[in-house]
Nanobody, 123 residues
């Protein structure tokens, strides 16, 4: 199983970045996918998740600025991030949760993780 994130980098406040996560080694359609982020010394937090029927949930801190999308054929998850600010600086991780009954979506529910990609926002 592999989740490989890409697209991180450094941008100025107000700018945009697009992250991608390419999945392999598992049946993508039977998993909920999500983006999470973590800064040193803090717990990993959910940015947003997408379940098998395409329902997307966002954290309040990114709602209206970030957009999750996916290409099921290419098994790729995207995170479009607009109007970035310094509080968005973090390592961003892609996670996959096998669907049992429903998608829980929390960090503790993820079965697989990517290695992360660093996003740095300068003010």
């Amino acid at each position: 199983v592999q989740l490989v994130e890409s697209g991180g980098g450094s941008v100025e406040a107000g700018g945009s970045l697009r992250l991608s996560c390419t999945a392999s080694g598992f049946t993508y359609s039977t998993y909920c996918m999500g983006w999470f982020r973590q800064v040193p010394g803090k717990d990993r937090e959910a940015v947003g998740t997408i379940d098998s029927d395409g329902t997307i949930k966002y954290s309040d801190s990114v709602k209206g600025r970030f957009t999750i999308s996916q290409d099921k054929v290419k098994k790729t998850l995207h995170l479009q991030m607009n109007n970035l600010n310094s509080e968005d600086t973090a390592t961003y991780y892609c996670g996959a949760e096998e669907i049992v009954a429903d998608c829980t979506g929390g960090p503790d529910a993820m079965d697989y993780w990517g290695k992360g990609t660093l996003v740095n926002i300068s003010s």
